[in-house]
């Protein structure tokens, strides 16, 4: 049974960019094999805990289609879902490791931590804990623990090496002399990260560890925990961390990290994941366009490449674009509605779409050339002063003209322009400007018809 997962910490605003990209693989990678997906919060860290970021989170993948199989709203089997409500099972272990010597207490202070740590810099060596407390005796350990000393537990790392198989990576040695003796229980009863990954995901059964390779250097640590409790390890496959065109890392300056900036922005869920789903990955076909479906059909997790994927917002947004032009009517028209959250009404925004739909490439973009429908432009991007005379004949010979349709006024309009011995290019060029406020916009003639005469040719009064 294949079971994955995301562990995601709920200490920012929203999942993260790169979070939604490796929750993607693992969702696909566990519909492609019939197997479960599962969400498990990793709240260990209550310094940096957000409130309602977990929900926040399920709520994101909810809305891109990647509903958890188990999660802590859904429940599941293998519950509780979050971290801080299964203390006591980290507990268990971390004390069986104590009583079979691969652990140990640690009483050292904050203050003695700090000066061994300034010694090894200044002797200019790894900063690693001295175990000044693994050579403490039994009896001076339960004197410390009656007296109830602050204390954690840590990982004794036996001398040696230790090795492990990614399927991306292949196989991965450390020399353990290069280990830290890591922290396993906080003196707050809460595990590290370490302690609590390996827990959980032997627990819950997981069967492929799917993650960004930021969490590689973990691994060996986790692999000696395995080891010591005897249990089975799980598939490991390091996915690349995302890279911005100038190859840094995504920023949190602008936003960009959170995949709520994205949704703000207008881009489409699905356009979003397509492109996730080309990161470090290719389709077999050279597609860059397929549905989920179709990826969860065709993609295979040692397929991924290694090395570092560009995510670039100008790719993306291109995609989006095509996305659009694709995109069914009324299906687009409801995007559109619920973004712009009632701004404009739903019968404006269907009239005005064949106008625009081949013309955007987010849903944002769709207020740069629908807005003038909503109110007369409040600045016009030409000087128009000066084509008084051709706004005064063309308002007359509207005023004429019944049968309000974007062909009729075309007609009309371009008489006048003759009649005036101006040129097509400038008289359209005064009227645009005139009625959108921009020298950009939809085809003139059919938002005229959708704009209405009255409306039309008040805009042009209010010129003149
Ligand atoms: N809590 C880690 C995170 O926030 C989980 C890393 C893992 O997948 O093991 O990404």
Redesign the pocket.
């Known amino acids: 049974m294949v079971r994955t997962r995301?562990?995601?910490?709920p200490t920012g605003n929203d999942l993260h960019i790169g979070?939604l990209y490796t929750a993607l693989i693992n969702w696909a990678y566990a519909k492609k094999n019939n197997g479960k997906f599962i969400v498990r919060i990793?709240d260990t860290d209550r310094a940096r805990l957000v409130e309602g970021a977990a929900q926040q989170i399920l709520k994101t993948l909810h809305a891109f289609g990647l509903d958890p199989d188990e999660d802590m709203i859904k429940g599941g089997p293998y519950g509780p879902y979050i971290q801080s409500e299964r203390l006591e099972l980290y507990k268990k272990y971390a004390l069986q490791l104590v009583s079979q010597g691969d652990a140990y207490y640690c009483f050292c202070t904050q203050e003695r931590l700090e000066e061994v740590r300034q010694i090894a810099i200044t002797e200019k060596k790894q900063p690693k804990y001295d175990r000044h407390c693994l050579h403490l005796s039994a009896e001076e350990i339960s004197e410390k623990l009656e007296k109830k000393i602050p204390h954690v537990i840590r990982l004794h790392i036996p001398e040696g090496k230790t090795s492990y198989t990614d399927l991306i990576r292949g196989t991965i040695t450390i020399e353990n002399e290069t280990l830290d003796d890591q922290v396993l229980l906080k003196s707050d009863g809460f595990p590290t990260?370490h302690l609590g990954?390996v827990v959980d995901d032997h627990l819950m059964e997981i069967s492929h560890?799917i993650?960004a390779e930021e969490?590689m250097a973990s691994v060996p640590k986790h692999v000696l925990l395995y080891d010591f409790l005897k249990w089975e390890l799980p598939v490991f496959a390091h996915v690349p961390l995302l890279r911005t065109p100038e190859k840094g890392k995504i920023s949190k300056r602008k936003g960009a990290v959170w995949v709520s900036w994205y949704l703000e922005e207008g881009y489409l869920k699905e356009a979003i994941l397509n492109y996730l789903a080309l990161m470090a990955w290719s389709h077999p076909d050279q597609k860059e366009i397929f549905s989920l479906d179709e990826y969860i059909q065709v993609f295979d997790l040692k397929d991924i490449n290694p090395s570092a994927p560009i995510f670039d917002v100008v790719k993306l947004t291109w995609m989006n674009g095509e996305y659009i032009r694709k995109m069914e009517k009324g299906k687009l028209k409801e995007e559109i509605y619920k973004f712009f959250g009632d701004k404009y009404p739903e019968d404006l925004i269907e009239r005005t779409l064949p106008l625009i739909q081949e013309r955007i490439k987010t849903l944002k973009e769709y207020d740069e050339y629908a807005h003038f429908f909503l109110e007369a432009p409040k600045e016009y991007e030409i000087e128009i002063s000066k084509y008084k005379e051709l706004f005064e004949k063309t308002s007359s010979a509207l005023t004429e003209v019944s049968d309000w349709k974007a062909e009729k006024i075309g007609e009309v309009m371009q008489k006048v322009a003759l009649d005036l011995g101006i040129k097509n290019s400038e008289y359209f060029m005064a009227m645009r400007v005139a009625i959108t406020g921009k020298k950009i916009s939809p085809p003139l003639n059919e938002s005229m018809e959708i704009l209405g005469k009255e409306e039309t040719l008040s805009r042009l009064r209010m010129i003149i």
């Open positions: 995301i562990p995601p910490s979070n990793e990260y990954v560890v993650r969490w």
